[in-house]
């Protein structure tokens, strides 16, 4: 019987796979012990190297999604897989140090229900409201690394959100009266990293906080666009007036604070609520051209319905550039989810 499933969820990690494999190898050992590399059909051929190397290693296996993204629904995949006892969730970056999981193993035995590895870090804004949302004093709330039993995961799986902000805060979020032990880790250096910024660790945590509070109703995803909606709603009605002020008819001026809040809200969708399919370079304007087209749509049932309802209401301006802003916003969701970053994209068909 396998005692122990090390589950890695990756994305482009052809530089430090290897590597994670490796160091595990290294401090495991003898142990009956695998590796569950769950991969999202990487460009950069992450995939092959992990089946490559599981040619000689019966205990690695790589699970590539084609389809779908995000860490919290691979770490998902990889435990339901996973033959061992107690699992083990770990970046594939070379952040987490594997010589930490025998210390793991330990406290699980003590008694704990997860034990996660706590990096070295000053107390900010996102940790401070991330406890007193769990009601906790975790020094790493936010850990990427932790081990936990297979079956304690398991039951925990139903209530999980597959694209949740940290599978780790929505583990503890979930099991609040768990026991939780934390051990001291130092963070490595990964190859090609990229910083994360505060911003938005704060952006995703808030979203992911008001879809726990509508009970998993509203989709983190859907949470992100419409609050992004929300603030391009200030580019909309700053366009809107200042046309208006240099006497513009009002169709004229809605219009036109509609396309300009469009590529607003477009630019900022794609840098924080689909970070993962991000869209670069040429496809971005592509994207965006995309975007521009297929929303026309939107465009002229926001303009058409603001136009009825600033007549009908005769002359409330605000309440009917809303009217039309809540068709936009809601037909632009379903095209983007669609179309530019979901599932059916084809900007992923394209670099399959």
Request: proline fraction near 4%; charge should be positive; include cysteine.
């Amino acid at each position: 019987m396998t005692e122990l499933s090390i589950v890695v969820p990756t994305f482009n990690e052809a530089a430090n796979i290897g590597l994670v494999i490796e160091g595990l190898a290294a401090t495991l050992g003898d142990r009956s012990w695998e590796v569950i590399v769950v991969d999202d059909n990487s460009s950069d051929g992450t995939g092959d190297i992990v089946r490559k190397l599981a040619e000689d290693r019966p205990n690695i296996r790589c699970l590539q999604r084609i389809q779908d993204r995000g860490s919290a629904s691979a770490a998902h995949w990889g435990v339901q897989a996973a033959h061992g006892e107690i699992v083990v969730v770990m970046g594939g970056d070379l952040r987490h140090d594997p010589a930490l999981i025998p210390s793991m193993l330990e406290a699980l035995r003590q008694g704990s229900d997860i034990v996660s590895a706590a990096r070295p870090m000053p107390a900010n804004l996102a940790s401070r409201l991330i406890n007193l949302y769990l009601g906790r004093d975790l020094a790493d709330p936010l850990s990427g690394y932790f081990a936990t039993s297979r079956a304690f995961f398991l039951r925990s799986i139903p209530r999980m959100q597959g694209d949740a902000f940290r599978v780790f805060f929505d583990l503890v979020h979930l099991n609040r009266r768990a026991g939780l032990r934390e051990l001291a880790s130092d963070v490595r250096a990964p190859i090609g990293g990229r910083p994360v910024r505060q911003t938005h660790v704060l952006w995703a945590l808030l979203c992911d906080v008001i879809s726990k509070l509508s009970g998993g109703l509203l989709p983190p995803r859907l949470v992100s666009f419409v609050g992004v909606g929300v603030i391009g709603s200030s580019v909309h009605f700053s366009m809107l007036y200042a046309s208006l002020a240099v006497g513009a008819a009002f169709w004229v001026s809605q219009a036109l604070a509609t396309i300009t809040a469009m590529v607003f809200n477009f630019t900022i969708n794609n840098i924080l609520t689909y970070p993962t399919a991000r869209l670069k370079s040429g496809n971005y304007y592509k994207g965006l051209l995309l975007y521009t087209v297929i929303a026309s749509f939107g465009i002229v049932a926001n303009v058409s319905t603001a136009q009825l309802t600033y007549v009908h209401f005769r002359g409330h301006t605000f309440v009917a550039a809303c009217m039309g802003i809540f068709i936009d916003v809601i037909w632009r969701f379903v095209v983007s989810n669609r179309l530019i970053w979901g599932r059916s994209s084809i900007f992923r068909k394209a670099a399959a």
